[in-house]
C-alpha cells in the first residue's frame, strides 16, 4: 500500500517562499513518476511540477521558473520549493504517485495572502 504524507503547507505573504515535503512509504524509486498537483476553490486539480524514475521533471508554464521539484531518495521524500508566490497560487497541494494507479496524499494548505 502507498501512502503519502505532505507537509510544509501555510500562510505566506507574496513574495515569499515555501517548501512543500511529500514522504512516501518504501522507496520512492518504484514509481515511474512523483509530483505535486494543486486544486484551488472551484477550480480543476493541476499539474504543477513532476520528476521521472529517472529524474526527468516536468512544469506548468506557471511554475516554470518559481517552483523546483527535487527528491531525496535516502529519504523517500520529494519536495517542492516554491518562490516569488502569488496570491493565485493559493490551493490545496496535493503529492502524487504513479505506480501503475495514481496515488494521492491528503493536500497541504498554501495560502498566498498579504
Known amino acids: 500500500q502507498v501512502q503519502l504524507v505532505e507537509s510544509g503547507g501555510g500562510l505566506v505573504q507574496p513574495g515569499g517562499s515555501l517548501r512543500l515535503s511529500c514522504a512516501a512509504s518504501?522507496?520512492?524509486?518504484?514509481?515511474?513518476?512523483m509530483g505535486w498537483y494543486r486544486q484551488a476553490p472551484g477550480k480543476e486539480r493541476e499539474l504543477v511540477a513532476h520528476?521521472?524514475?529517472?529524474?526527468?521533471?516536468n512544469y506548468a508554464d506557471f511554475a516554470k521558473g518559481r517552483f523546483t521539484i527535487s527528491r531525496d531518495n535516502a529519504k523517500n521524500t520529494v519536495y517542492l520549493q516554491m518562490n516569488s508566490l502569488k496570491p493565485e497560487d493559493t490551493a490545496v497541494y496535493f503529492c502524487?504517485?504513479?505506480?501503475?494507479?495514481?496515488?494521492w496524499g491528503q493536500g497541504t494548505q498554501v495560502t498566498v495572502s498579504s
Open positions: 518504501g522507496t520512492i524509486l518504484r514509481f515511474s513518476f
Open positions: 520528476m521521472s524514475r529517472g529524474g526527468n521533471t
Open positions: 502524487n504517485a504513479r505506480l501503475g494507479a495514481d496515488y
